[in-house]
């Protein structure tokens, strides 16, 4: 069975571009979150979907980013425009339906220059 | 405001021994624990978990245990091996049990010595 994926796996852009980021879940996973990890820090949450449907976003950091699901498959995270503190490196991760328990992707490491 | 403490960054044990890694959290509402696992560029991995109900949970090398009144839990690795050498974050759903998004303490960096 095929772990959660993401891509790219790397992304060093420029301050004021835009960068969207993937995950594909587990299949059958209705639960899809995103985190992110600043150098050193604890991992944060940013946002929960259930299905396709945004359950909590309360860890978003501004209305620089997006988060889609569309169909409830895979997730895209848009940043629009980057800022130098988006830098770090953004985690996915996916569970059943009632359990605490979350997998979680490689990773997607953003440099903003 | 931190509300899962990972207190040590780093710690180093000798390879055989035991490893001891402590998290602390000020949460009540919490009521599920979870121990991640995390290699260089890689993601975590889930390790073990505990449900309040419980005070101990055991899974091969894996022992986890959690005092609710010091809402203190620890992770216990015996014998520790070369391949345990990673960072563990200690986490719990947002708001109790269930599929929330997980809060993580700062993780601690475990060093097995040959």
């Known amino acids: 069975e095929a772990g959660v994926t993401q891509f790219p796996s790397h992304s060093v852009i420029e301050k004021g571009q835009t960068v969207t980021l993937r995950c594909d879940p587990i299949?059958?996973?209705?639960?899809l979150y995103w985190y992110r990890r600043v150098m050193g820090k604890e991992i944060k949450f940013l946002l929960h979907f259930v299905k396709e449907s945004k359950q909590d976003e309360s860890g978003m950091p501004n209305n620089r980013f997006l988060a889609e699901r569309t169909g409830g498959t895979y997730s895209t995270l848009k940043v629009q425009p980057a800022e130098l503190e988006d830098s770090g490196v953004y985690f996915c991760?996916?569970?059943?339906?009632?359990?605490?328990?979350?997998?979680f992707g490689q990773g997607t490491r953003l440099t903003v220059v | 405001d931190q509300q899962v403490k990972q207190n040590s960054p780093s710690l180093s044990v000798q390879e055989g021994r035991i490893s001891i890694l402590n998290c602390d959290y000020t949460?009540?509402?919490?009521?599920?624990f979870l121990w991640y696992k995390k290699y260089p560029a890689e993601g975590p991995t889930f390790l073990i978990s505990i449900s309040s109900i419980k005070d101990k949970n055991e899974d091969g090398r894996f022992t986890v245990f959690l005092n609710k009144s010091a809402k203190h839990l620890s992770l216990h690795i015996v014998p520790s091996q070369p391949g345990d050498s990673a960072v563990y974050f200690c986490a719990a759903p947002k708001s109790g049990g269930g599929a929330d998004g997980l809060t993580f303490g700062k993780g601690t960096h475990l060093i097995i010595q040959p």
């Open positions: 299949s059958g996973h209705d639960n």
């Open positions: 991760a996916s569970s059943l339906q009632d359990g605490p328990v979350a997998f």
């Open positions: 949460n009540s509402m919490f009521d599920y």
